[in-house]
């Protein structure tokens, strides 16, 4: 199996995942079989810092960063007593416990379609974790860019690369009303970018096989494969039923 086709569509499964991320927030505006679940609980640590960032914030106003607030209280962490830790992980113990009961409590509420419902965004959530590391990996292995279409030639023609989401509905229709004869010079501009682009691949793929680093791009197509099972799952719940 050639590892080009598995890795020639990861920028656009990537950014389908991302889409996923929001499915949780959505189904609440849209009242689907989704509910919140109770809150994990925080650890003795987390606790403390919650309790004391505030006190940072009003001691330390010029600190605009978080970061530098969170080194500062992290250090206030480290130096306190071993009673005033001890209490902040009581605390954590009870949050715990109290977060036992209820998860229990939420789990059995659940109708069997809420439940299949979580599981399926759990397993989704699960999987960009996974893509976003395949991602960074790709990236640090200097993975070549994926191919341009005709429209991003000329999006790039009409902006000169300055940020086009103000102006993109007016460039799409642009594109939509150009004459075909006008479109030939931005096809012709994507295929010979396709054609660098797999010129590229080809290259890099072999790079990848001789030092050992081909198995992130089998792990990429495993995950695709996945995907694609999944859209065509929820194509089939989308589709209506037959009477």
Avoid at 70 to 85: C, G, L, N, Q, V
Avoid at 132 to 140: A, F, G, N, V, Y
Avoid at 206 to 212: F, H, N, P, V
Wanted: glycine share 2%; net charge positive; with cysteine.
């Amino acid at each position: 199996m050639s590892l080009l086709v598995s890795s020639r569509s990861f920028g656009g499964l990537l950014k389908r995942y991302v889409f996923i991320q929001c499915r949780f927030c959505t189904a609440r505006r849209e009242n689907l079989p989704i509910r919140e679940p109770p809150k994990k609980p925080l650890s003795g640590y987390q606790l403390f810092m919650k309790d004391i960032l505030a006190a940072i914030v009003k001691e330390y106003p010029g600190i605009r960063l978080s970061a530098e607030r969170m080194k500062i209280a992290a250090s206030r962490w480290h130096a306190s007593a071993s009673d005033t830790k001890q209490k902040y992980m009581r605390q954590a113990e009870s949050e715990k416990q109290r977060y036992k009961v209820e998860h229990e409590a939420f789990i059995a509420s659940l109708s069997d379609e809420e439940f299949a419902s979580i599981k399926e965004f759990a397993s989704q959530k699960k999987q960009n974790r996974q893509l976003r590391k395949i991602h960074s990996k790709l990236k640090e292995l200097e993975k070549p860019k994926g191919p341009r279409t005709a429209f991003n030639f000329y999006c790039k023609m009409k902006t000169d690369d300055k940020p086009i989401m103000d102006k993109i509905k007016e460039i799409a229709e642009s594109w939509r009303r150009l004459p075909e004869k006008e479109k030939q010079t931005f096809l012709a501009q994507a295929e010979e970018d396709k054609r660098r682009y797999e010129e590229q691949m080809t290259d890099w793929e072999t790079k990848m096989e001789q030092s050992g680093h081909n198995g992130i791009l089998q792990q990429l197509h495993k995950l695709k494969s996945r995907h694609v099972e999944y859209l065509k799952s929820t194509e089939k719940k989308k589709a209506p039923n037959k009477t």
